[in-house]
């Protein structure tokens, strides 16, 4: 029961971490193509 929750909980985080570093990514390459042109 425990560690089927803590893998739930693992996986959420590592999901919310992925999220975070690819809208993190989006913004800033957004940013560059703004700022070249």
């Given amino acids: 029961m425990f560690k ?3 893998m739930i909980n693992i996986t959420i985080l590592l999901q919310n ?3 975070i570093e690819f809208s ?3 913004v ?3 940013f560059n193509l703004n ?3």
């Fill in 4 to 6: 089927s929750y803590d």
């Fill in 17 to 19: 971490i992925f999220l």
């Fill in 24 to 26: 993190d990514n989006l």
């Fill in 28 to 30: 800033y390459n957004t």
């Fill in 35 to 37: 700022k070249k042109e």
